[in-house]
């Protein structure tokens, strides 16, 4: 009976001295973390991060950290993975959903992408985020589901936050209120769907929000 009440004690001791050394490399971590970031140093930053989710373990709030890193830094494979990790303790969070789709996207799994964007639209009925699931559902030839997101999507209040890059040419690029890309991706909906005169209002629409709006212009006077 001595026996086993030292070897308790023995066991308990090694615990609570486990406890202590990892508070204290956490401790550490943090402050070489701090140290990373005053100096605008990502890899050593992710590194960091790394090590204190393995001590912190699977719902280590760091995750959330590293994936905005890996977002920043336009590495959307590893960025893809930390989002989904961080997505199953937190299914609703927004700005991991918006990280993995656009991640997804840039990877060219549209498939995919799709997916996360149908999650993300009815929670923040933003519309930017109806006009990018339109545009995937046009992309992957759905132009039913299109037209019925993209119908939904004008009728959002616009925050005037977004504007759309369109590629002119190798050259040029021309930046495009929301609203008039939203009405433009409209249009060409309604002509796949051979619904030429409503693509023709939906396309005098986006010249009308924005007047020099170059591709809208020739998909009206293809219409013609």
Not at 14 to 36: C, N, P, R
Not at 175 to 181: G, K, P, R, T, W
């Amino acid at each position: 009976m001595k026996n086993v009440i030292i070897l308790i004690l023995i066991f308990t001791s090694i615990s609570i001295y486990s406890q202590s050394d990892k508070s204290q490399l956490i401790s550490l971590e943090k402050q070489v973390l701090k140290k990373a970031k005053n100096i605008g140093d990502p890899s050593v930053s992710s590194a960091s991060m790394y090590r204190l989710i393995v001590l912190e373990g699977k719902n280590s709030t760091y995750k959330d950290s590293l994936a905005y890193i890996y977002f920043s830094g336009r590495k959307y494979a590893p960025c893809f993975m930390i989002t989904t990790e961080v997505l199953l303790r937190d299914p609703k969070h927004i700005e991991m959903l918006e990280m993995k789709a656009i991640s997804l996207e840039a990877l060219g799994a549209l498939e995919k992408s799709e997916e996360v964007y149908k999650q993300l639209f009815p929670l923040t009925n933003n519309n930017f985020h109806g006009y990018t699931l339109a545009k995937l559902q046009y992309s992957l030839k759905k132009y039913d589901e299109a037209y019925t997101t993209i119908k939904k999507t004008e009728k959002i209040n616009d925050t005037g936050k977004y504007k759309v890059t369109y590629s002119i040419n190798q050259n040029h690029t021309q930046q495009i209120e929301l609203l008039a890309a939203i009405a433009y991706l409209k249009g060409l909906i309604e002509v796949e769907l051979n619904q030429k005169a409503a693509a023709k209002i939906s396309f005098e629409k986006a010249i009308k929000i924005q007047s020099d709006f170059v591709f809208a212009k020739e998909s009206l006077e293809e219409l013609k």
